[in-house]
C-alpha cells in the first residue's frame, strides 16, 4: 500500500523569503501522479502544483516549484517571494495510475507567513 | 472557485442518527470521490462512483454508502452516527480518464455527532 509522509506539522516563512516544505511517498509503482494542494481556512482544496511521475522535469507554476527525487521517493515544494495569501495547511497526495482515482494525502503542514 | 459545491455547510446530529451529504459536481465530470478528514489530518478516501456505480472504495464500514446521478449530483450517507464521524466531508470530481489526473475539490461539510 502507498503511503505519504509530511514530517514538518508546522512552517513559517517570512514575507517576501522562500520556503521548502517537505513531502515523502512509499509505493512499488513506477508510474503515477504527485499533487500539492493548498487548504486555507475556507476548508476548499485548492490545487497548486501536479507531477507526472514519468516526466523528469520538474514542475513549476509561478512562484511553486517542486522538487521531484524520484529515485529517493521525495517531492518537496518550494514557495518563492512568500505573500500573506499563502498561509494555510498545504496538503501532499499521491495518486496511483491503476484501480480508481483516490488520492492518498499526508497529514498536512501549516505554513504561516509572518509580515 | 472549483464548479464543485456541497451542502450544507455545517450540520449537527446527535449519536444513532442518519445524515446526507450533497456534492453537485462540475458539468461533464462522471467521476465523484467522498473523502472524510478529521480534524488536524489528511483526508482519507472513503468511495469512489463512476457513471452512478461504486467503482472503489477505502476502509470504511458499510453504514457509510452513497449515490452518484446523472446530473453530476452525488449523495453520502451515513447511518448510526458515531461520535467519529465527527469531521469535514470533501467530495471531489473529476471527468474521468488517463488524460485527466485533477480531483477538484468542494468546499466540504463539517459534520459534528453529539
Known amino acids: 500500500a502507498q503511503t505519504v509522509t509530511q514530517s514538518q506539522p508546522e512552517m513559517s516563512v517570512q514575507e517576501a523569503e522562500t520556503v521548502t516544505l517537505s513531502c515523502t511517498y512509499d509505493?512499488?509503482?513506477?508510474?503515477?501522479?504527485l499533487f500539492w494542494y493548498k487548504q486555507p481556512p475556507s476548508r476548499q482544496m485548492i490545487l497548486v502544483i501536479r507531477?507526472?511521475?514519468?516526466?523528469?522535469q520538474n514542475a513549476t507554476e509561478n512562484r511553486f516549484s517542486v522538487n521531484f527525487q524520484k529515485a529517493a521517493k521525495s517531492f518537496s515544494l518550494k514557495i518563492s517571494d512568500s505573500q500573506l495569501g499563502d498561509a494555510a495547511m498545504y496538503f501532499c497526495?499521491?495518486?496511483?495510475?491503476?484501480?480508481?482515482?483516490?488520492?492518498?494525502f499526508g497529514t498536512g503542514t501549516r505554513l504561516k507567513v509572518l509580515a | 472557485e472549483t464548479g464543485v459545491t456541497q451542502s450544507p455547510t455545517h450540520l449537527i446530529k446527535t449519536r444513532g442518527q442518519q445524515v446526507t451529504l450533497r456534492c453537485s459536481s462540475q458539468?461533464?465530470?462522471?467521476?465523484v470521490s467522498w473523502y472524510q478528514q478529521a480534524l488536524g489530518q489528511g483526508p482519507q478516501f472513503i468511495f469512489q462512483?463512476?457513471?452512478?456505480?461504486?467503482?472503489g472504495r477505502g476502509n470504511f464500514p458499510p453504514r457509510f454508502s452513497g449515490l452518484q446521478f446523472p446530473n453530476y449530483s452525488s449523495e453520502l450517507n451515513v447511518n448510526a452516527l458515531e461520535l467519529d464521524d465527527s469531521a469535514l466531508y470533501l467530495c471531489?470530481?473529476?471527468?474521468?480518464?488517463?488524460?485527466?489526473?485533477?480531483?477538484?475539490f468542494g468546499p466540504g461539510t463539517r459534520l459534528l455527532v453529539l
Open positions: 471531489a470530481s473529476t471527468q474521468g480518464g488517463r488524460t485527466e489526473e485533477t480531483q477538484y
Open positions: 509505493t512499488s509503482e513506477s508510474d503515477y501522479y
Open positions: 507531477q507526472e511521475a514519468y516526466k523528469q
Open positions: 497526495a499521491y495518486r496511483s495510475l491503476s484501480g480508481t482515482y483516490k488520492y492518498i
Open positions: 458539468s461533464g465530470h462522471n467521476t
Open positions: 462512483y463512476y457513471r452512478e456505480e461504486e467503482n
